[in-house]
């Protein structure tokens, strides 16, 4: 399955806390996914990272208007009410340190997309950001609340790939997270959100959906 037709990209310098607030309430949609990279507690210049605190803010809007459900709820059940839905790509360890403590407190699920070859190798993204271990996100996963799904193994743009080395990334990536974690991984976002049509139909393929 995919998330990039219902992927809305949230972050604190693109849509300030206050504006979400009053989309959210002029549009009212049905179902929204919200796209997250990292948490901190301290803005520190990356462009794709939000606070403890402005993530604190923002599900506690989301709570106001949305019941907050898993992503493979508002894929598979059509009909829910008023869901959302929130989404992290990459795995960094702030995750584990920071985010997760949060979902626990406030019992709401998330879904974490892992580009497993960095977990794999230990080599970072980024230089400045760690990603998360193998057992953190077996503890994450304990709690019941976590799923972790893929974001492919190299974290390559698939739009330059072809069909072998697609299916050899793809299904790489869910072998590894199903060995290490257990869980069946049914779900992929594509890194930097962009595919070819026929990338997308082979991806529901090799995933069996």
């Given at each position: 399955m995919s998330l990039s037709n219902l992927t809305k990209r949230l972050c604190e310098?693109?849509?300030?806390?206050?504006?979400?607030?009053?989309?959210?309430?002029?549009t009212r949609p049905r179902d929204v996914v919200l796209l997250y990279h990292s948490?901190?507690?301290?803005?520190?210049?990356?462009?794709?990272?939000?606070?403890?605190?402005?993530?604190?803010?923002?599900?506690n809007i989301l709570k106001k208007r949305f019941?907050?459900?898993?992503?493979?709820?508002?894929?598979?059940v059509r009909e829910g009410g008023r869901r959302a839905a929130l989404t992290f790509d990459d795995?960094?360890?702030?995750?584990?340190?920071?985010?997760?403590?949060?979902?626990?407190?406030?019992?709401?699920?998330?879904?974490?997309?892992?580009?497993?070859?960095?977990?794999e190798t230990e080599v970072t993204m980024l230089p400045e950001k760690s990603h998360c271990t193998w057992e953190q996100m077996r503890e994450i996963q304990e709690s019941g609340l976590i799923d972790f799904q893929s974001h492919g193994h190299n974290h390559r743009h698939i739009r330059a790939m072809n069909s072998e080395q697609l299916r050899d990334d793809i299904l790489e990536s869910k072998n590894i997270i199903e060995s290490n974690l257990g869980n069946t991984v049914d779900l992929f976002a594509y890194p930097g959100g962009k595919f070819l049509d026929w990338q997308h139909k082979a991806i529901l393929e090799h995933f069996k959906i």
């Open positions: 310098r693109v849509i300030p806390s206050r504006l979400l607030s009053w989309i959210f309430y002029q948490v901190e507690e301290y803005y520190t210049g990356y462009e794709y990272s939000v606070t403890k605190e402005k993530l604190i803010e923002q599900i019941r907050i459900v898993s992503a493979h709820e508002i894929l598979l795995a960094f360890a702030d995750f584990y340190h920071i985010a997760f403590p949060v979902f626990r407190e406030a019992c709401i699920p998330a879904t974490v997309f892992v580009p497993t070859s960095f977990i």
